[in-house]
């Protein structure tokens, strides 16, 4: 049963892995493209733009155009953009990294054998992204209200980001010492017997 469960949850990290690579390819190019207009707003307009397109839209520009921007669109955008992209961009990284990370454990899950070493390597590892997330946002919402001379991005997702991958790489670490202790345990029970 936890085999399946495991097969299961593979298949839902695995397409949020994908959709989270996507997403961060495309990330330098809705915010030069829409920074005028709300971030979610932007990701919906360049999607359908592309998905369909209208008579005058070339679809290949639109999909190579984030390209062009990653090598040149850095340069055109106002400090905030460019601090909002690289939140994005090196918060999608380590997202990245987390899902790889939960991957690995569900794999050795799958093969019958989740109390090892490497599901505390890939949990250690997880909980450093979380806690690299946690600092990336912590600098764009003291960015923010340099930015803004006001106390009005301590009530943003960035503020929440804070405590909130904070306490996911807390869990992560004292899950990966209880997976260390278990596989501790099962080596010295498979030697006695």
């Known amino acids: 049963m936890v085999q399946k469960i495991a097969r299961v949850l593979n298949v839902l990290i695995t397409a949020a892995l994908v959709c989270n690579l996507i997403i961060l390819y495309l990330v330098p190019a809705i915010v030069l493209v829409y920074q005028d207009v709300s971030l979610l707003e932007g990701v919906r307009e360049y999607v359908s733009g592309i998905l369909f397109p209208g008579e005058d839209d070339i679809v290949m520009a639109g999909i190579f155009a984030p390209a062009v921007i990653w090598v040149s ?8 953009s460019v601090v909002l992209a690289l939140f994005l961009v090196f918060s999608g990284i380590q997202t ?7 991957r690995r454990v569900l794999a050795t899950i799958r093969k019958g054998r989740p109390f090892s070493m490497e599901n505390a ?3 250690n590892r997880a909980a450093l992204c979380c806690f690299i997330i946690a600092a990336a946002a ?3 919402v003291v960015f923010s209200v340099c ?5 009005l991005p301590l009530a943003s997702y960035n503020a929440l980001f804070v405590p909130l991958f904070a306490m996911a790489g807390l869990l992560c670490l004292v899950m990966a010492a209880l997976f260390r202790q278990a596989a501790e345990l099962k080596a010295e029970n498979d030697l006695t017997i």
């Open 73 to 80: 669109g850095w340069f055109e955008m106002d400090a905030y």
């Open 96 to 102: 990245a990294v987390i899902l790889k990370q939960a």
């Open 121 to 123: 390597v890939s949990l």
């Open 138 to 140: 912590l600098i764009r």
């Open 147 to 151: 930015y803004y001379r006001s106390a």
